[in-house]
């Protein structure tokens, strides 16, 4: 499995390709196989993301997690807490901070 990471423009977030767009959360990230060069690419020139690059990660369940060390600290930590991070439209999300 080949997924797509890099930061936000704007704000300098660790990101992942989602298929559509860019997520905060590495659980997003879908396969893109050989278009990695094609979608950074058109996302470089549109400007949305900084230092894009293609990992290879592995697909645990409904999770997904990269396989080497750095971007495996990149997505979870230790210094970023997923659980902490809420999904805007996540409906329980309420749930979490109450």
Do not use: C, F
């Amino acid at each position: 499995m080949k997924i797509l990471t890099g930061n936000d423009l704007k704000t300098g977030e660790v990101i992942w390709w989602d298929g559509e767009s860019w997520s905060r959360h590495v659980d997003d990230a879908v396969d893109v196989g050989d278009a990695a060069d094609a979608i950074l690419a058109r996302e470089d020139a549109a400007r949305r993301v900084n230092s894009g690059y293609a990992i290879e990660a592995s697909q645990e369940g409904d999770r997904v997690r990269p396989a080497h060390i750095k971007d495996r600290v990149r997505a979870l930590g230790p210094t970023v807490r997923p659980d902490l991070t809420l999904k805007p439209d996540d409906p329980d999300a309420i749930r979490e901070v109450v």
